[in-house]
């Protein structure tokens, strides 16, 4: 408001002065009298000023139809001017707007026009470093692969563009399923931007793929360095790094590189199971029992597996059943409210033949957690304690229909695994491997997965149970007989890694 007011007082105090010097000027007697060439004029004051001014107006109009004339005259010997700039922006606002419409329309999906807008910015810009990414990814869209490498191998030749050269030959080779040579031009990126998170989380990807195993732990290092990963991530994965080069020393007979590696790995994730279980038959091996227990202890307290107890088994593999009974209960108390806790009681009490303490250590599990294994060992107890062959034999056929249970599944994409892998068979996917029950599981056929071997059981056998007069009274217990595929009931090794069968009772 202050502002305004004064600037009112400074209009007012000049239009005031100006008014003051015209009437002084006006009220000034006498003539100018101006002499050229033997001419004379005579001007009253005021027309003195008048002609002053008019005088100066052309004076500028002369100096600018002068200045006009000379920019023309260096604009057709060829030299920058202010004609030249102005067209040159012109053609360079007309450049990047073409480049703008051709980055919309590539984002929309329009390849046909992303590449007419491409061209069109290239030949106003003159700037490959600009246009040929634009250029190859509209090549890509319209599917013109053989084009969209020409513009990619283009911006090789460009140091600034070099990196998105090599990335975008590098997704090409990927597209193509060629990984080998997607690899090595991931490591040429990595060489010119070795802090680049997409180009680190490739890179990883790609070399655990390939099992190189040293490269994946380097570029790990790298990712931690430029804190791509948080520390508890990047030392699990370290560790499953090192089991995984154990894994691969001990297929080619490096058994010192294997304790290593296994030592290594089982000191950054000291739950991690298949590192517990080789930690532990290294520790073996060097005659350290106490080592191997405490390893697997620690490891069954957070994460009870059953090659965690197979593992416990192989360190005194020759003790008898009740030894090696009592032995196991130092890994159980670790975790004893665990489902696989009570699994492993019941197998071992089944082992020595104290069928009473496995239908105890069992519980209700045949009920609350019906599996392949807890309806197998029912099958097993009650064969045991001389229970009717129709009822062993239907509990065997709930068993078959049954759920395996938890099993090695990807988060990623939910492919189940026999055995444990640092990288996922179907989706590639690093560390993804988790020990549960699948999402919608596929009961099929799980005859080979039965925990115990309770005898050869015929699927017509099964038929004449059914049948027999002396088994009426167990006949709403005994299953329907199953297909042929299903004849043989088998099991992977129980705890105490003999495989040995149980007869019938």
């Known amino acids: 408001m202050i502002w305004q007011l004064i600037k009112i007082f400074l209009f007012l105090g000049l239009a005031i002065a100006l008014a003051f010097g015209l009437s002084i000027v006006l009220e000034t007697p006498g003539e100018i009298a101006i002499a050229v060439a033997g001419r004379e004029w005579f001007l009253s004051p005021m027309g003195a000023i008048i002609a002053l001014v008019v005088f100066l107006l052309a004076a500028w109009l002369l100096l600018k139809i002068a200045g006009l004339l000379l920019a023309t005259f260096r604009f057709l010997l060829g030299d920058e001017t202010a004609i030249s700039r102005y067209f040159g922006r012109n053609r360079e606002k007309r450049g990047y707007d073409a480049l703008s419409d051709g980055m919309i329309a590539l984002a929309s999906g329009d390849a046909k026009l992303a590449q007419k807008k491409a061209t069109k910015a290239d030949k106003l810009l003159n700037r490959p470093e600009l246009t040929g990414l634009l250029a190859a990814q509209s090549a890509e869209l319209a599917g013109d692969r053989k084009k969209a490498t020409a513009q990619y191998k283009a911006l090789l030749e460009n140091d600034r563009t070099r990196f998105v050269g090599i990335k975008g030959l590098m997704q090409q080779q990927l597209e193509e399923g060629d990984t080998e040579k997607a690899l090595a031009l991931a490591k040429k990126a990595f060489a010119i931007q070795p802090g680049n998170p997409a180009l ?21 290092n790298a990712s931690m360095h430029t804190r791509l990963l948080p520390r508890d991530v990047g030392n699990r994965r370290d560790a499953v790094l090192s089991l995984a080069d154990a894994r691969a020393a001990q297929a080619a007979g490096n058994t010192a590189r294997r304790n290593d590696a296994a030592l290594q790995a089982i000191k950054l994730a000291p739950t991690l199971v298949p590192a517990a279980a080789m930690a532990a038959h290294v520790h073996a091996e060097a005659g350290s029992k106490r080592k191997a227990n405490k390893v697997l202890t620690k490891a069954w307290s957070v994460n009870p597996h059953p090659d965690l107890a197979a593992a416990f088994a192989a360190i005194v593999p020759d003790e008898t059943p009740e030894q090696r009974r009592k032995r196991f209960e130092v890994l159980i108390a670790s975790n004893p409210n665990h489902i696989e806790s009570k699994l492993l009681r019941t197998e071992l009490a089944l082992t020595a033949e104290d069928f009473p303490a496995a239908r105890k250590a069992l519980g209700d599990l045949a009920e609350t957690e019906p599996t392949t294994r807890s309806l197998s060992l029912m099958a097993a107890i009650e064969r045991g304690e001389g229970s009717p062959e129709a ?21 990623k994409c939910n492919q189940v695994h026999a055995d444990w892998t640092p990288v996922c068979d179907a989706c590639g996917a690093f560390d993804t491997l988790t020990w549960k029950t699948p999402e919608n ?21 099964i038929e004449d149970a059914s049948e027999d007069d002396d088994t009426t009274e167990d006949a709403e217990t005994a299953a329907p007989a199953e297909e042929d595929d299903t004849t043989t009931v088998e099991a992977p090794p129980r705890p105490d890694g003999d495989g040995a069968r149980m007869t019938n009772a």
Do not use: N, Y
């Not at 680190?200 to 790990?220: K, P, V, Y």
């Not at 034999?393 to 990807?410: F, H, I, T």
């Open 200 to 220: 680190l989380t490739q890179l990883f990807e790609l070399q655990s793929r390939e099992e190189d195993w040293s490269g994946a732990r380097e570029t790990l």
């Open 441 to 461: 599981e596929v009961i099929s056929d799980q005859s080979a997965a039965l925990p115990l071997i309770l005898g050869p059981l015929q699927t017509d056998g």
């Open 391 to 411: 009822v062993v034999r239907g509990w065997l056929a709930k068993a078959l229909e049954a759920s395996r249970g938890p099993q090695w599944v990807c988060s």
